[in-house]
């Protein structure tokens, strides 16, 4: 195998540090540590590089907390200064990884991930009438620092970047407690190796997806067995012969224990590939797919989070809209187009008198009689009650939908369209003209209400203004 070397003043050089720190700030800039860092990015910049030549560098503590769902696992968040360094590192070990990992395996790759995952499984489904489905037991728990850093040296040769490489893993925050005997392990080995990666890590996903490296390419070289499919430490191999695969099973086995992992027998089982199997969120089949039920769940419960956070004006309404759309976009890559339905039903958004409700796209809605100019504040008038108000916003997220008129719906300052775009002619008027793709529109004048969403900011593009 090739080894790689000279890497390291790739690793600390300023165009790869920089580009690392803005990596590192994706999805994050609002958080106080990373605003810190980067409002004297030069000078935390500089200090991070000569830390890193002079070899005093040393990684932070790391803040945790437990999530139970979907099982107990340890979170790790390391500093940001840290995250930095990790996202240098991968700069400039990615090219030379993407190269040595095989094609089926799925997990932290451009290109690929969970959706690419399941269609690779049901052509292989297609095609196999036996299934062995296999998940290692508490992966990041007990990989080996020994044995972790013993396939790092099966690569990389340049001596300055292995040692910061077994920095990374040697700080590691201690994990849950993994006890486990291997052949030719004395009574004290179990407790006296070092064992475990930090779930949150940028380079904890990279090093354990190197980890099983080694793995695909023994079931596809040696094993000589290609209809096969890995999603981190959950993979699957198919065939058609039952007694083969079992088999198949007992060497994976002894491959893994090599490198001191166990298989999890109660979920390494060979089933015939037309009961199903549960894969990267999904529930698989040959030729149709289904979200899990546990994840349909999961969804639910996010939605009433949402719902209570929206009514207390902790969540704005497109950031309700983004976090509906990106779910839909995970279960529209399965067979879900009645369970969309009837969980668009169901989706309901009340903050103060306005609510927004998905609904159908011919739910007849009401209107206050008298609608003032959009910009004109609302006056209340005594005695009489506030209407409460809904618009139905299901189908803009499941896709086209047709009506036959655009409602408009207002209250105190805030506006709901759907199905209309706006046009504003010279005299300063707003005209409502029929669309055939339908959304909600929250809009208002800034004197009553704090927030004005842009067509944009909700469908992106859908509807276009006019001067």
């Not at 993407?98 to 297609?126: I, P």
């Not at 009645?338 to 958004?349: G, H, I, P, T, V």
């Amino acid at each position: 195998m090739k080894r790689y070397g000279h890497l390291w003043e790739r690793v600390v050089s300023w165009e790869n540090l920089l580009l690392a720190a803005h990596k590192a700030r994706q999805r994050k800039r609002s958080s106080p540590p990373v605003q810190r860092f980067h409002f004297d990015l030069e000078h935390e910049l500089v200090k991070l590089q000569a830390e890193l030549l002079d070899g005093s560098y040393a990684p932070g503590a790391f803040r945790t907390h437990w999530i139970t769902r979907p099982k107990r696992r340890l979170i790790s968040a390391a500093p940001f200064r840290d995250r930095v360094v990790h996202h240098a590192v991968i700069n400039v070990l990615e090219p030379i990884l993407e190269r040595r990992f095989h094609a089926d395996s799925y997990a932290c790759r451009k290109g690929k991930g969970t959706h690419a995952a399941a269609r690779r499984l049901q052509y292989w489904m297609q095609r196999r009438r036996y299934a062995l489905q296999c998940d290692i037991a508490k992966f990041f728990p007990s990989i080996d620092h020994a044995v972790m850093k013993a396939e790092f040296r099966r690569m990389i040769k340049d001596g300055r970047l292995l040692r910061l490489m077994d920095l990374i893993v040697d700080c590691s925050n201690e994990q849950e407690q993994i006890v486990d005997w291997f052949d030719g392990d004395g009574l004290f080995d179990p407790t006296a190796r070092r064992r475990g990666l930090p779930i949150g890590n940028l380079t904890s996903q990279w090093f354990a997806n190197w980890m099983l490296n080694g793995l695909d390419h023994f079931v596809a070289a040696e094993l000589r067995l290609g209809a096969y499919v890995r999603y981190c430490d959950d993979f699957i191999v198919l065939g058609d012969d039952k007694h083969e695969l079992l088999v198949v099973k007992d060497k994976i086995r002894s491959y893994l224990e090599h490198r001191r992992l166990r298989l999890h027998e109660r979920k390494a089982q060979v089933r015939p590939v037309d009961q199903g199997v549960t894969f990267v969120g999904y529930r698989v089949w040959p030729y149709r797919r289904a979200v899990r039920k546990s994840n349909v769940r999961a969804f639910r419960r996010r939605i009433r989070w949402m719902r209570k956070a929206y009514a207390h004006g902790l969540l704005e309404w497109h950031d309700v809209r983004q976090r509906l759309a990106s779910w839909i976009g995970h279960a529209r890559q399965a067979n879900s187009e009645r369970l969309l339905k009837s969980l668009c039903e169901e989706w309901r958004f009340v903050r103060g008198d306005a609510e927004i409700e998905p609904c159908s796209s011919r739910r007849v809605v009401e209107q206050q009689p008298a609608q003032p100019a959009i910009g004109e504040p609302q006056q209340e008038h005594a005695g009489q009650p506030q209407q409460q108000q809904r618009c139905p916003i299901g189908p803009a997220l499941l896709g086209p939908c047709h009506s036959e008129s655009g409602i408009m719906l207002s209250t105190d300052g805030m506006s709901a369209i759907r199905e209309e775009s706006w046009h504003r002619s010279s005299a300063g008027s707003i005209r409502a003209s029929q669309m055939s793709h339908g959304s909600p529109r929250v809009v208002g004048s800034s004197s009553n209400f704090e927030t004005t969403l842009s067509p944009d900011e909700i469908l992106g593009n859908r509807f276009q203004m006019s001067p």
